[in-house]
């Protein structure tokens, strides 16, 4: 069965500049991967997805993930962070497990917050 | 076009009650998906429904919970009985398609149970 690891519980980040979120997961063969944010209250808003081609992936609010099979990571990253990004990030990863149902597995999240 | 519609947002109710949780989801959409998400943890997976139909049922509690998705009407979530240990934010997700991954799942706003 498929697994997500989110190493960093929390992460403090100054306001402008860079981020990365890690995640690594386990998954026999090749993994659908996404990453959600979840703001205070709210639901999941999914930011980016992997599915195949290209291993660098471009998501909404200029968030990039970058695919690498070697190290089974699939990280999170901004070039300049902004106040409004301070969230909780979660890692996903789908595929067909022992019951022959794809859903998604989530990691614990990664909450980010973001210092003047 | 509407999104996944969860209700109520917040709900409480005192040990031993009934508690209905209900979700709408994406117009279009016939595949439900509920997540649990305890305080500090990811999204734990509960079931998966197509109208009239339980596919996967593997995350659900095996007492007390229940789980629908009729013909008409939105999938309700059904707990029993409630224990202070059910205390949770309960998400509800949507697809197009049978159990694909690779399109995403579109997430309500959740409802935010607690029990006192």
């Known amino acids: 069965a498929q697994s997500v690891t989110q190493p960093d519980i929390h992460i403090t980040v100054s306001e402008g500049a860079s981020l990365e979120l890690r995640c690594n997961y386990s998954y026999g063969a090749t993994p659908y991967l996404f990453w959600y944010v979840q703001s205070p209250g709210q639901g999941l808003q999914l930011l980016l997805k992997y599915f195949s081609g290209d291993t660098l992936v471009q998501g909404i609010k200029g968030f990039e993930a970058e695919f690498k099979r070697s190290q089974s990571s699939f990280n999170l990253r901004k070039p300049s962070v902004h106040w409004s990004d301070a969230a909780e990030y979660f890692c996903?990863?789908?595929?067909?497990?022992?019951?022959?149902?794809?859903?998604?597995?989530f990691g614990t999240g990664t909450r980010l917050l973001v210092s003047p | 076009n509407a999104g996944v519609m969860q209700n109520p947002r917040h709900l409480v109710r005192r040990r031993g009650q009934e508690a209905r949780l209900r979700c709408s989801p994406m117009?279009?959409?016939?595949?439900v998906y509920w997540y649990r998400q305890l305080p500090e943890e990811g999204l734990k997976f509960m079931v998966y429904l197509q109208k009239e139909n339980i596919i996967d049922e593997s995350g659900m509690p095996k007492e007390r919970f229940s789980a629908e998705f009729p013909k008409e009407g939105p999938s309700i979530l059904r707990i029993q009985q409630v224990v202070r240990g059910d205390s949770a934010a309960y998400f509800c997700a949507s697809s197009p398609l049978s159990g694909r991954t690779d399109y995403g799942y579109t997430f309500g706003s959740g409802t935010r149970l607690t029990v006192v």
């Open positions: 996903a990863v789908g595929g067909i497990d022992n019951t022959g149902f794809q859903k998604l597995v």
């Open positions: 117009k279009g959409h016939s595949h």
